[in-house]
């Protein structure tokens, strides 16, 4: 059961520009997590936002969440061609497995 | 170097084959997942543990078997029951099982191939 659905599918963007990918999801989650995978390798986590918070940082990552809409957002701030990857929303409720998303596929061009 | 490895990092099977595919963590992490990912499609969970000598199936069992005999352990079996076994496999683990789930530590994944 996939709950997280990102948006864009794909997203192609000049070095230096802005990637904003959003996430929206259907039940009540605990918290919501991003995961960033490199073509062919495993997945690494990114930022984890609980349910009581609205936005969070790390370095050029900025997430913010909106239980009342059920979505969130993850922005890249002046992106790198090693920025490229794909990137999965993931939700967690209680004590059950993160259910992924199917993932935005990012392009940053030199 | 703490952290979580899969092999073979390659592996072909031949049709009607059982082939089991490794993942070892030294985390000391209570829970092991197991995910499939076809491409360009996310994760689909196969089957799950949150403690030793206990697991449940996920979303995609069938065709598939594991066992938690030790905790740095979570060995997936593909059998031969399972009929479009092609996929890149990932091991995934996280710290107990209790509460949130938190951040998951993944492999670097099996890429499973049928002949």
């Known amino acids: 059961s996939q709950q997280g659905e990102e948006d864009p599918q794909a997203l192609s963007i000049q070095e230096g520009e802005n990637a904003t990918m959003n996430c929206s999801y259907k039940?009540?989650?605990?918290?919501l997590q991003w995961y960033r995978q490199n073509s062919g390798r495993g997945l690494v986590h990114l930022i984890l936002?609980?349910?009581?918070?609205r936005e969070k940082h790390s370095g050029r990552l900025r997430v913010t969440l909106d239980t009342s809409k059920k979505s969130s957002s993850l922005l890249i701030t002046a992106s790198r061609a090693a920025d490229t990857a794909s990137y999965f929303c993931?939700?967690?409720?209680?004590?059950?497995?993160?259910?992924f998303g199917k993932g935005t596929r990012l392009s940053v061009i030199a | 170097d703490g952290g979580i490895t899969q092999s073979p990092k390659y592996l072909f099977r031949k049709e009607g084959q059982n082939v089991t595919l490794s993942c070892e963590q030294n985390?000391?992490?209570?829970?092991m997942y197991w995910y499939r990912q076809d491409p360009g499609q996310g994760l689909r969970l196969i089957y799950y543990?949150?403690?030793?000598?206990?697991?449940q199936k996920g979303d995609i069992a069938e065709g598939y078997s594991v066992s938690r005999e030790k905790k740095e352990s979570f060995p997936l079996t593909v059998t031969s029951a399972q009929k479009n076994p092609t996929a890149f496999y990932l091991c995934?683990?996280?710290?107990?099982?209790?509460?949130?789930?938190?951040?998951?530590?993944f492999g670097p994944g099996t890429r499973l191939t049928v002949l």
């Open positions: 543990s949150q403690i030793v000598n206990d697991f």
């Open positions: 995934a683990s996280s710290m107990g099982s209790g509460g949130d789930v938190g951040e998951q530590f």
């Open positions: 985390l000391n992490h209570d829970a």
């Open positions: 936002i609980r349910s009581n918070e």
């Open positions: 039940t009540s989650i605990n918290n």
């Open positions: 993931a939700t967690g409720s209680g004590n059950t497995p993160l259910v």
